[in-house]
């Protein structure tokens, strides 16, 4: 029943987009769904097509796969000291609050384009992980904790039974929006440093040509791989013991 209702209401918003494009009958100003899957049928033979979304899903990837691992270390790290909670507080919400168009200004400035959203994507990601895995650790049930130093459990041990699922639901809960943050954050980053054969770059082209079918291509694009990621991740944490999460 849920998933009829899902595939009924996008219906029901596409034919609203298709009805708005024909009383607008302007193909600057809005495309129909009709004319945007023309532009993606057409685009999927381009071996061009193909490689900008490869360089751009790799660099996001690494940028989010980055973001993962060290934010769930360094938050289990800071649940056992706190010197290093403290130390990391400020960066951490720094990069919480700090705008995405200045980090991607200054990267510009550092570092130029090449990488610039696999870094943005890292800055995104980082601190809902981080949150996410400290709040797990402390939500960890106290009396199986004392259970496990009673009986002189191995620390090994105890973080596969004790603290991993505590702490899984947590994160797949801020994968889940983790995702879509490193893909948005990251084609805008591609969009402000325009690297060279990446999504971002065809995003900014369909700009300057007023090409308005292809830039609405390359953002259902976008979406499709944001699912897909999102997909990808979370069932990686069901492998992982979290349980059925999406």
């Known amino acids: 029943m849920y998933r009829r209702w899902r595939i009924i209401s996008i219906v029901f918003w596409i034919l609203i987009w298709q009805l708005a494009a024909q009383l607008i009958d302007n193909s600057i100003f809005l495309v129909g769904p009709l004319q945007v899957a023309g532009t993606l049928i057409r685009s999927l033979p381009e071996p061009d097509f193909w490689l900008r979304i490869v360089h751009s899903w790799l660099r996001i990837a690494v940028g989010f796969t980055s973001a993962l ?54 800055v995104v990601v980082f601190p809902p992980i981080y949150f996410a895995t400290v709040e797990g650790i402390r939500h960890t049930d106290p009396g199986l904790l004392e259970v496990a130093e009673v009986f002189c459990m191995p620390f090994v041990r105890k973080v596969w039974y004790l603290y991993r699922p505590s702490v899984l639901p947590y994160l797949a809960s801020a994968c889940k929006s983790a995702v879509g943050m490193s893909w948005k954050s990251g084609a805008a980053a591609e969009v402000i440093g325009i690297p060279e054969g990446t999504i971002g770059e065809r995003l900014y082209l369909s700009k300057i040509y007023l090409d308005t079918a292809q830039l609405f291509a390359w953002t259902a694009v976008i979406l499709i791989l944001s699912m897909l990621s999102e997909r990808i991740v979370l069932w990686l944490l069901e492998r992982a013991g979290v349980g059925r999460c999406c």
């Open 69 to 122: 691992i060290l934010g769930i270390f360094l938050g289990a790290l800071s649940c056992r000291r706190i010197v290093i909670r403290e130390f990391l507080g400020p960066a951490v919400q720094l990069m919480k609050s700090i705008p995405v168009a200045s980090v991607v200004i200054l990267l510009l400035l550092w570092a130029g384009s090449r990488h610039l959203s696999a870094v943005i994507s890292f």
